[in-house]
């Protein structure tokens, strides 16, 4: 049960997009289409943002979306705003019907 | 509204017990499976046990297994982590989280806070 990869930190100007990579292996993120990304804001709970990979739960903005490509995923935020600057942490469903968390990565919008 | 409400944190001592309960309302409860997750101070997110809608399956981080136990009572809407042998390490905010269809957590609570400390 090894957390997934992610970036600690990752950075990017009002109006940009930016990509938050999760990488895991052939037993969770490479085996299944369930990963999902939350937003973290400072003191708060965790909110789900992306779910099945691509799956954008109602009253998320279309600026964020999801894909993946073998055992990596990936969260992408266009039109950087302030209000993005949180921290991100995908989540993975495993093949022994755990889950398990990235280490989490934290976005500075400049 | 989902609405889901922790409670049962505090201070305790390293090697004692306690019990947390996560009491759901505004989705029906017995429908659902259930999860904890936690967060140590300054890091990141954790999960530590889901449990089946009824109650009958279990799964566990192997951090945590043998010494946690997640359950449910669904007549009284609450789920339920009972932490045995608890270590320093253990010291974080701890959240339940309502499973959407099985690959997602869709809602959170605010969490509670536990301190493992001498």
């Known amino acids: ?110 | 509204q989902v609405q889901l409400v922790e409670s049962g944190g505090g201070v305790v001592q390293p090697g004692t017990s306690l019990r947390l309960s996560c009491a759901a309302s505004g989705f029906t409860f017995s429908s659902y499976g259930m999860h904890w997750v936690r967060q140590a101070p300054g890091k990141g997110l954790e999960w530590v046990a889901v449990i089946s809608y009824d109650g009958s399956t279990q799964y566990y981080a192997d951090s945590v297994k043998g010494r946690f136990t997640i359950s449910r009572d669904n007549s009284k809407n609450t789920l339920f982590l009972q932490m045995n042998g608890l270590r320093a390490e253990d010291t974080a905010v701890f959240y339940c989280a309502k499973d959407g269809v099985g690959t997602y957590l869709d809602h959170w609570g605010q969490g509670t806070l536990v301190t493992v400390s001498s």
Do not use: M
């Open chain 1, 1 to 110: 049960q090894s957390a997934l990869t992610q970036p600690a930190s990752v950075s990017g100007s009002p109006g940009q997009s930016i990509t938050i990579s999760c990488t895991g292996t052939t037993n969770d993120v490479g085996r299944y289409n369930y990963v999902s990304w939350y937003q973290q804001h400072p003191g708060k709970a965790p909110k789900l943002i992306i779910y099945d990979v691509s799956n954008r739960p109602s009253g998320v903005s279309h600026r964020f979306s999801g894909s993946k490509s073998g055992n990596t995923a990936s969260l992408t935020i266009s039109g950087l705003q302030a209000e993005d600057e949180a921290d991100y942490y995908c989540n993975s469903y495993t093949y022994s019907s755990t889950r398990v968390f990235g280490g989490g990565t934290k976005l500075t919008v400049l």
